[in-house]
């Protein structure tokens, strides 16, 4: 709620006070969320650097305890966003497009106002056939493969 609030440094302290609270007992899943909200708040604040280094520590952790696959989607999201910012574009569409397959990210307004609104601002050079082809390819990803893959490309 902070997040799609604007208000990331308050954001940024409860995340980081939960990350810390679930690091001391190892608990995996848990930390997973509390570095899925790290990753967006440090992208709201332009460090992008920040933000894929939390994206890998929280696919890592979904890779060990394969549960709350909510925030490994979350995580899928973010990377696009960071990527379409690189200039990967359409590999970004494709990654969102996995997302939206999911009911409760594509009906979400909350999910609209923090990720999708830059995804289009992203994509508005890319012409509408090219978005409809990696939206179709993104349709066809594999979720579990593509977790494997991402975390493979956050390492190199």
Known sequence: VLLAQGKYD????????????????????????????LSRVEFAFGKKTEAWRYIHQALCCYSEVQLYTFFAYL?????????????????????????????????????ADVFVKFIEEAAVHVPFEEQAAAKKRGQELDFSETVILLGNHLVN
Do not use: C
Request: charged share 25%; no cysteine.
């Open 10 to 37: 308050e954001a940024r302290q409860a995340y980081h006070l939960s990350y810390h609270f679930f690091e001391a007992r190892d608990e995996k899943g848990w930390m997973l969320t509390a570095l899925t909200g």
């Open 75 to 111: 995580n899928i999201a973010e990377m696009a966003l960071l990527m379409a910012f690189q200039g990967e574009t359409i590999r970004a569409l494709e990654l969102f497009s996995l997302v939206f397959r999911q009911d409760h990210f594509a009906k979400s307004r909350w999910f």
